[in-house]
């Protein structure tokens, strides 16, 4: 064989040899990849499995079983590894406390035995070939507590194991049923109530309004949208709401309180009352909250009454014999006639004054404990009492109680 012939087969074999390292290496590389994504089964049943490798996949696997274990038992919600019978093969110790049992307690036992489906369970893919179930159950503890529970699985986390996770949410559900029940009462209490309540933003403009709104105005929450309050007030009106508006954004939390007419839908003229607190500032409400009031009846009455102070005013102005309130021991009211009587030009000169001023000092005791005597609505018996005018005569008045 010539020496070039020796050189080719040499070279042969060089690249032979280099072809089955590559592949080597190749497969080498692959299996560590595996092995660093945590996939020890492959690696151990590969065929490049060397005992380096295998003893490295088996550290990594003893290491994964640890770490899933601190994980399983240190969860906070109760989780419970289920065979395909439903039994229970592994709980951790949120799952006992959860229960109220011990764990050899609840190996065995199936969730069928414990809980009562509330819900109907959701199901979805939790993965390639795997599925989940969510739903809600009802505990009941030996110890007869009774707990609300949510309920999440996923199917097949190994061959033949299911994952079962309970989480505790009775307080979550009573505090969300609280707020229901509170969001039901407050709705029941705006919508029913005689006054009425708007959120208005910074312009005066409605952004709701409740129920009894349109009652008194006579519009409804799109209408009032499309205008603001003041375009309901009569002219000489609006300068006073508008100064009670800017006094309002001036100072966050402040309220004013206000009275004007306004135009009802059907055209009659209604008394309001208005009270509105500034609360734009605060974030879960962002409005100025205004409460209504009709008061037109109240105003009505107020107006009637001052009608009929003024005849009785007029009619006992007119009366011949002196009339005198006191109130406080002071004059609060005095006709013609008693001015008169006492020698005065007018009544007006008897306001804020005593009837002891008056009197002589021997009739001016009996004057003083008639007062106080009255006062504390005790039966007094008529009297005589002597007055000064002014020119020095004496005259003698009867006094009662009344």
Same mark, same amino acid.
Request: proline share 3%; aromatic share 4%; with cysteine.
């Given at each position: 064989?010539?020496?070039?012939?020796?050189? =080719?087969?040499?070279?042969?074999?060089?690249?032979? =040899?280099?072809?089955?390292?590559?592949?080597?290496?190749?497969?080498?590389? +692959?299996?560590?990849?595996?092995?660093?994504?945590?996939?020890?089964?492959?690696?151990?049943?590969?065929?490049?499995?060397?005992?380096?490798?295998?003893?490295?996949?088996?550290?990594?696997?003893?290491?994964?079983?640890?770490?899933?274990?601190?994980?399983?038992?240190?969860?906070?919600?109760?989780?419970?590894?289920? @065979?395909?019978?439903?039994?229970?093969?592994?709980?951790?110790?949120?799952?006992?406390? &959860?229960?109220?049992?011990?764990?050899?307690?609840?190996?065995?036992?199936?969730?069928?035995?414990?809980?009562?489906? !509330?819900?109907?369970?959701?199901?979805?893919?939790?993965?390639?070939?795997? %599925?989940?179930?969510?739903?809600?159950?009802?505990?009941?503890?030996?110890?007869?507590?009774?707990?609300?529970?949510?309920?999440?699985?996923?199917?097949?986390?190994?061959?033949?194991?299911?994952?079962?996770?309970?989480?505790? $949410?009775?307080? +979550?559900?009573?505090?969300?049923?609280?707020?229901?029940?509170?969001?039901?009462?407050?709705?029941?209490?705006?919508?029913?109530?005689?006054?009425?309540?708007?959120?208005?933003?910074?312009?005066?403009?409605?952004?709701?309004?409740?129920?009894? !709104?349109? %009652? &008194?105005?006579?519009?409804?929450?799109?209408?009032?949208? =499309?205008?603001?309050?003041?375009?309901?007030?009569?002219?000489? +009106?609006?300068?006073?709401?508008?100064?009670?508006?800017?006094? &309002?954004?001036?100072?966050?939390?402040?309220?004013?309180?206000?009275?004007?007419?306004? &135009?009802?839908?059907?055209?009659?003229?209604?008394?309001?009352?208005?009270?509105?607190?500034?609360?734009?500032?605060?974030?879960?409400?962002?409005?100025?909250?205004?409460?209504?009031?009709?008061?037109?009846?109240?105003?009505?009455?107020?107006?009637?009454? %001052? @009608?009929?102070?003024?005849?009785?005013?007029?009619?006992?102005?007119?009366?011949?014999?002196?009339?005198?309130?006191?109130?406080?021991?002071?004059?609060?009211?005095?006709?013609?006639?008693?001015?008169?009587?006492?020698?005065? @030009?007018?009544?007006? =000169?008897?306001?804020?004054?005593?009837?002891?001023?008056?009197?002589?000092? @021997? $009739?001016?005791?009996?004057?003083?404990?008639?007062?106080?005597?009255?006062?504390?609505?005790?039966?007094?018996?008529?009297?005589?009492? +002597?007055?000064?005018?002014?020119?020095?005569?004496?005259?003698?008045?009867?006094?009662?109680?009344?």
């Amino acid at each position: 064989m010539s020496e070039q012939d020796l050189v =080719q087969r040499e070279l042969s074999q060089l690249r032979e =040899q280099n072809q089955q390292l590559t592949e080597r290496l190749a497969d080498a590389q +692959q299996a560590f990849s595996a092995l660093a994504r945590g996939q020890v089964d492959s690696v151990a049943q590969g065929a490049s499995a060397t005992p380096i490798l295998l003893e490295a996949a088996q550290e990594q696997l003893r290491n994964n079983r640890k770490l899933l274990r601190a994980t399983f038992d240190g969860a906070l919600d109760a989780l419970l590894l289920d @065979d395909d019978l439903g039994a229970h093969v592994d709980v951790n110790a949120a799952a006992c406390e &959860l229960f109220g049992l011990t764990r050899a307690e609840l190996l065995g036992r199936r969730l069928v035995d414990s809980v009562t489906r !509330v819900t109907s369970d959701t199901e979805r893919l939790a993965g390639p070939g795997g %599925r989940r179930l969510d739903g809600h159950y009802v505990l009941q503890r030996p110890d007869g507590a009774r707990r609300i529970l949510d309920y999440r699985a996923v199917a097949d986390v190994a061959p033949g194991l299911h994952l079962v996770a309970l989480r505790d $949410t009775t307080e +979550q559900a009573a505090a969300q049923d609280a707020l229901r029940r509170s969001e039901a009462r407050f709705r029941a209490m705006i919508e029913k109530s005689h006054d009425g309540i708007s959120l208005l933003s910074a312009d005066v403009r409605t952004l709701y309004q409740s129920p009894a !709104v349109e %009652r &008194l105005l006579g519009y409804g929450v799109d209408d009032a949208r =499309q205008a603001s309050l003041q375009d309901l007030l009569d002219e000489d +009106q609006r300068p006073s709401l508008q100064r009670a508006v800017v006094d &309002l954004l001036d100072t966050p939390s402040s309220t004013v309180v206000s009275e004007f007419t306004v &135009l009802h839908r059907d055209g009659s003229r209604r008394w309001l009352q208005l009270s509105a607190t500034n609360l734009l500032h605060d974030p879960d409400v962002g409005a100025l909250v205004a409460n209504f009031r009709d008061i037109t009846e109240r105003k009505r009455f107020e107006a009637e009454l %001052r @009608d009929t102070e003024q005849r009785y005013c007029k009619l006992i102005e007119e009366l011949p014999e002196p009339v005198l309130v006191h109130v406080d021991s002071a004059i609060a009211f005095a006709n013609a006639a008693s001015a008169r009587a006492l020698g005065l @030009d007018s009544s007006e =000169q008897l306001i804020g004054r005593s009837l002891v001023e008056f009197a002589t000092a @021997d $009739t001016r005791a009996r004057i003083v404990q008639h007062t106080l005597r009255a006062g504390h609505d005790i039966p007094v018996p008529t009297y005589v009492w +002597q007055h000064v005018e002014r020119a020095g005569r004496k005259q003698w008045d009867r006094s009662n109680k009344s």
